[in-house]
């Protein structure tokens, strides 16, 4: 059981590139979360699903799109990186309505230069 | 705006000492509060979490919760070097199933030998 998994570790770049940060959980857990966190900071919210085919936005979703098209899989898009959206970026799971625990990725470190 | 306040710290505390870790929150709906710990570098990690006003304990760490005074705290006993991270506070701002967590921005936390 490796729990949620995310890659790349680290990546870097250029303004304008585009790149997808990958997320698996091999729980079958239905939510499943992405965040990020600059330095010093909490966590904010980006996006979340609730199940395969159904995603929502979270507090901060501008610049990002997500997709479920399985229950194991939750990949967070890039299209235009900028600056700002330098952070570190963390997958989360959580089994169902009825359970509080969400379960963090290791995260992906991301610098936009 | 829903928001959980924390002071930033550092708190540094002395091994074996009471590390008391306090935050407060905005919106008088939230039924669910988390305490994550989150050492440098690494994900954040659930340690407590409280649903009822009063106090929770679970080996060294008590959760106490006051809702009439949006206020939730953290006591660590007997603080070890092993305790030193960033201690994050999260509410279930909006309620419901889909558990979206607005988190405070941390307290860092240091025990010195």
């Known amino acids: 059981n490796a729990g949620v998994t995310q890659t790349p570790k680290f990546r870097i770049l250029k303004i304008g590139q585009s790149m997808t940060l990958q997320c698996t959980q091999d729980m079958n857990h239905n939510y499943m979360y992405w965040y990020r966190q600059d330095p010093g900071m909490g966590l904010k919210l980006i996006y979340y699903s609730v199940g395969a085919g159904i995603t929502d936005k979270g507090e901060v979703p501008n610049g990002y799109n997500v997709s479920r098209s399985t229950t194991e899989d939750f990949p967070l898009r890039l299209e235009l990186a900028a600056p700002s959206q330098t952070s570190v970026y963390f997958c989360?799971?959580?089994?169902?309505?009825?359970?509080?625990?969400?379960?963090f990725g290791p995260g992906t470190r991301l610098t936009v230069l | 705006q829903k928001e959980v306040e924390q002071n930033s710290g550092p708190l540094s505390v002395p091994e074996g000492a009471i590390a008391s870790l306090n935050c407060t929150y905005s919106d008088r709906v939230s039924q669910s509060f988390f305490w994550y710990r989150q050492y440098s570098g690494k994900s954040p990690e659930l340690i407590m979490s409280?649903?009822?006003?009063g106090d929770k304990e679970d080996g060294r760490f008590t959760a106490q919760l006051n809702k009439a005074s949006q206020y939730v705290s953290l006591l660590i006993r007997d603080s070890q070097p092993s305790d030193s991270a960033t201690y994050l506070c999260a509410v279930n701002i909006y309620g419901g199933s889909q558990g979206n967590l607005i988190f405070g921005k941390g307290t860092k936390l240091s025990v010195k030998p």
């Open positions: 409280i649903y009822s006003n």
């Open positions: 989360a799971s959580r089994p169902d309505r009825n359970t509080d625990t969400q379960y």
